[in-house]
């Protein structure tokens, strides 16, 4: 068993190290909740991953990588050179303005809707510039624009109109505040 500390991983992240004969080394690595991935490290230096969704789970393969394939992708998920920004002290052309992507669920009640009778921007400030369907990108899409499940819209709005966009979009949320019905 090792333990990993450092920025960003708390007091102590618990690592189970094993040694698996013939093999090489196996690892276990928490990911949140009861998810771990299991790392198996092979004398050739090729890794297997898997995950288990919990301790009882069986593991589910991921992917192999050769030895090469290892480090770079040790290189990336350390991200060393890399330093998350604290999104209230950036100072970027837009303002408050942020982007954010949304997801338009199934039962959305604007799903179906074109973007002026969906009510974006009126009710909630924001602005799509852009749907996401697919593999497809629909840059600046027109008012007639019909917003189907799955769509992703690429929104600009402060923060306030973006937590006003996500609510409008979410699964569930239409109809009247008050819960009485209208005839």
Same mark, same amino acid.
């Given at each position: 068993m090792g333990f990993l500390t450092g920025p960003g991983v708390g007091a102590r992240m618990v690592i189970h190290e094993v040694d698996v004969p013939g093999v090489g080394k196996q690892y276990e690595v928490p990911a949140g909740g009861e998810t771990?991935?299991?790392?198996?490290?092979?004398?050739? =230096?090729?890794?297997?991953?898997?995950?288990?969704? =919990?301790?009882?789970?069986?593991?589910?393969?991921?992917?192999?990588?050769? &030895? !090469?394939? !290892?480090?770079? &992708? &040790?290189?990336?998920?350390? &991200? !060393?050179?890399?330093?998350?920004?604290?999104?209230?002290?950036?100072?970027?052309p837009l303002g408050d303005a942020i982007m954010e992507w949304v997801e338009v669920p199934a039962d959305s009640p604007v799903a179906g809707e074109t973007l002026s009778d969906a009510g974006i921007r009126a009710e909630t400030g924001a602005t799509v510039a852009a749907v996401q369907r697919g593999a497809e990108t629909l840059a600046n899409p027109g008012a007639d624009t019909v917003l189907e499940p799955g769509d992703i819209l690429v929104a600009i709005g402060s923060r306030d109109e973006q937590k006003a966009l996500q609510s409008l979009v979410a699964a569930g949320e239409g109809g009247s505040d008050d819960g009485s019905e209208t005839a």
């Amino acid at each position: 068993m090792g333990f990993l500390t450092g920025p960003g991983v708390g007091a102590r992240m618990v690592i189970h190290e094993v040694d698996v004969p013939g093999v090489g080394k196996q690892y276990e690595v928490p990911a949140g909740g009861e998810t771990r991935f299991v790392v198996i490290v092979h004398h050739d =230096g090729r890794r297997e991953v898997y995950r288990r969704e =919990g301790p009882d789970a069986d593991a589910e393969k991921l992917f192999d990588l050769d &030895a !090469a394939a !290892a480090r770079e &992708a &040790a290189s990336v998920l350390q &991200a !060393a050179d890399f330093q998350p920004l604290d999104l209230d002290d950036v100072d970027v052309p837009l303002g408050d303005a942020i982007m954010e992507w949304v997801e338009v669920p199934a039962d959305s009640p604007v799903a179906g809707e074109t973007l002026s009778d969906a009510g974006i921007r009126a009710e909630t400030g924001a602005t799509v510039a852009a749907v996401q369907r697919g593999a497809e990108t629909l840059a600046n899409p027109g008012a007639d624009t019909v917003l189907e499940p799955g769509d992703i819209l690429v929104a600009i709005g402060s923060r306030d109109e973006q937590k006003a966009l996500q609510s409008l979009v979410a699964a569930g949320e239409g109809g009247s505040d008050d819960g009485s019905e209208t005839a």
